[in-house]
């Protein structure tokens, strides 16, 4: 649904589900991406624009709001849903829908348009943006590149340089370090590791372009690309996407395989099952098979699942290294919150390693925390993967895990500071006699599934 086609109702739904998540936010219930997909509202981009852009503006609605007396007039207007409706009636593309609250912002419309002024004249500036404060560590977003990754399985990386070319884009080559990749104006440079990732400077908006919409590029951050990288499962294989949605990932992978073999790709939420399957249809996707179900309940003798040998795991989590979050504050509920989702990981984990002929798995997560990292791995491979060994991947990488045991080092960290990346946490275990992954295959092709 295209935002200019979002009716009355829709509209008003938006700002109530924004002012929602908003709330959320604000309590640590989760991370933006995560709450927005799980909101099963229909428009994802425009919730998550609304939502991202109404806290990224936060303090200076805030100004707004408290200059103009909003809240001592109007006393049942709730806060979380004041802000929306103040950033999209003052900030934003204007109120769309109807609703109470509407009626009840718009009631001070000008006086909020005068104090909007003022702040402008005090501050010394004519745009909207120049209110906001300086990026700092609570913005790191506007620091980060915009990474587009090439889909090979539409097109190739000299094409789609080329088509930038001509858009008035200067291309820079290849990059050579990683202080190359803070750009300025048009300019873009091709990653120095990932050989189908080009890098633009930070805020370029795709959305709208030719080649996103035709799905020969996909806006993915470098280090959401890193774990089907170091996968790279083989064309023709049959590849297990434990929690898929929304699909980056899986679309990497069958451009990887170059749509040959099989991928299995689980998610829980129906809603956001069916945005990937559009999505995946847009990159010219067509070696997968989605399945609506937890892939905990799912039995790895299951004969369908016999010749399975890559699985790529990225389970629920904080979303603590998101760049789009709250900076995460010090809170009672913290090591609660991570204990139960280290408890679900490990058994995530742990299951993904009893498929019979898994040569090959890859863990990540998109938290900083250690609970959720390496003293997950460490567990489930001291209890239950004693066939598996850690493997080390991209030796020139140069964040690696947490020193809490020998093997970390092992691990891949990426972090806006140190790597210009949305934080993230990448595990890869491979069995350690691929000769029995072998004979597994082989002996459920014979006589079918162990029993």
């Given amino acids: 649904m295209r935002q200019g086609k979002q ?45 991202s852009e109404t806290r990224r503006y936060s303090s200076v609605l805030d100004s707004i709001i408290e200059a103009a007396g909003l809240f001592r007039a109007e006393k049942k207007l709730q806060p979380h849903l004041a802000k929306v409706l103040v950033y999209d009636l003052l900030i934003g593309k204007g109120l769309r829908g109807g609703g109470r609250g509407k009626a009840l912002v718009l009631k001070h419309h000008a006086r909020l348009q005068a104090e909007l002024a003022r702040l402008k004249v005090q501050k010394k500036v004519s745009r909207n943006e120049d209110l906001l404060p300086p990026a700092g560590d609570s913005d790191r977003a506007l620091q980060i590149p915009r990474y587009v990754r090439v889909n090979l399985l539409k097109t190739c990386v ?19 370090c990683m202080e190359e ?15 189908d990732l080009l890098i633009f400077p930070p805020k370029t908006d795709l959305h709208d372009h030719q080649l996103y919409q035709a799905g020969h590029i996909i806006l993915q951050d470098k280090a959401s690309c890193l774990p089907a990288f170091v996968l790279n499962p083989t064309p023709g294989s049959h590849v297990i996407d434990a929690c898929a949605a929304p699909g980056n990932k899986t679309s990497q992978l069958a451009a990887i395989m170059k749509n040959k073999g099989q991928i299995f790709a689980f998610d829980l939420d129906a809603k956001r099952l069916a945005t990937m399957s559009t999505m995946l249809v847009r990159a ?168």
């Fill in 284 to 451: 010219g996707v067509t070696c997968h098979q989605l399945a609506h179900q937890d892939f905990l309940a799912t039995d790895p003798t299951d004969s369908k699942y016999s010749k399975v040998r890559y699985i790529l795991l990225d389970p629920s989590c904080s979303g603590s290294g998101m760049v789009n979050r709250l900076a995460e504050e010090e809170s009672t509920s913290l090591p609660t919150r991570l204990q139960s989702l280290s408890g679900f990981q490990r058994k995530m984990l742990a299951h993904a390693l009893q498929f019979p002929a898994l040569q090959r798995l890859v863990y990540s997560t998109c938290s900083v925390h250690q609970e959720e990292n390496e003293d997950v791995v460490q567990e489930v491979l001291e209890q239950e993967g004693r066939d598996f060994r850690l493997v080390e991947v991209l030796p020139s990488w140069t964040p690696r895990g947490l020193p809490v045991f020998p093997e970390a080092k092992c691990f891949l960290r990426a972090s806006p500071e140190e790597t210009l990346t949305n934080g993230f946490f990448v595990a890869v275990l491979e069995r350690k006699h691929k000769a029995c992954a072998t004979r597994c295959v082989l002996y459920t092709e014979k006589y079918g599934p162990f029993r």
């Fill in 158 to 176: 000299d094409d789609v340089i080329d088509y930038f070319k001509r858009q008035g884009y200067s291309y820079q080559g290849k990059a050579t």
């Fill in 181 to 195: 990749a803070m750009l300025s104006k048009k300019k873009f440079l091709l990653d120095l590791q990932l050989p």
């Fill in 7 to 51: 009716g009355s109702g829709a509209a008003f739904g938006l700002y109530g589900v924004a002012a929602s998540i908003l709330a959320k936010l604000e309590r640590r219930e989760g991370s933006l991406k995560t709450l927005v997909y799980g909101s099963h509202f229909p428009n994802t981009r425009l919730l998550y624009a609304l939502v």
